[in-house]
């Protein structure tokens, strides 16, 4: 089998993610909640890793995170030209997600631990991926 190394992953949605992905196409970043203990999770999953209750519905979240968490790559692959960032960012409504950060140097100094992130769709295919970018706030902060 071979593979297209200049073009990026993309996702095959399941029964169990498929609303996360039907979300990201439309620029809605969805995941979802326990209706039970009230504790919002990530990655989708048909019971809630908190309480273990099948009691659990989908919401829209606001798309704002932090840095928790990242690795810079200096070594292209897949369609992702060096340098990049692997991260995880904890989401505000409090579970963390593995994603990219984009739209921001791919350095030490400029990817601070904790630093605002909102959420961005980035197109593949068929499919859209969220990334997440610096706050537009932080930029506004940073000027004045």
């Known amino acids: 089998m071979s593979y297209d190394y200049t073009t990026k992953w993309v996702p095959k949605p399941t029964p169990e993610t498929q609303e996360f992905w039907d979300g990201a196409a439309r620029g809605e970043l969805r995941?979802?909640?326990?209706?039970?203990?009230?504790?919002?999770?990530?990655?989708?999953?048909?019971?809630?890793?908190h309480c273990?209750?099948?009691n659990t519905d989908w919401f829209t979240a606001s798309g704002r995170a932090t840095l928790y968490s990242y690795s810079i790559s200096m070594r292209?692959?897949?369609g992702y030209e060096a340098p990049y960032s692997i991260a995880i960012v904890t989401l505000e409504e409090g579970p963390r997600m593995l994603t990219n950060i984009v739209d921001i140097e791919q350095t030490p100094e400029h990817l601070i631990l904790?630093?605002?992130?909102?959420?961005?769709?980035?197109n593949r295919g068929d499919h859209t991926v969220p990334?997440?970018?610096?706050?537009?706030?932080?930029?506004?902060?940073?000027a004045a």
């Open 76 to 78: 292209s692959v897949y």
């Open 52 to 54: 273990g209750s099948e």
């Open 114 to 122: 904790d630093m605002p992130l909102e959420v961005r769709f980035e």
């Open 131 to 142: 990334v997440f970018a610096p706050a537009a706030a932080q930029f506004e902060e940073a």
């Open 31 to 49: 995941i979802q909640r326990c209706d039970d203990c009230d504790r919002a999770y990530f990655y989708p999953r048909p019971l809630c890793p």
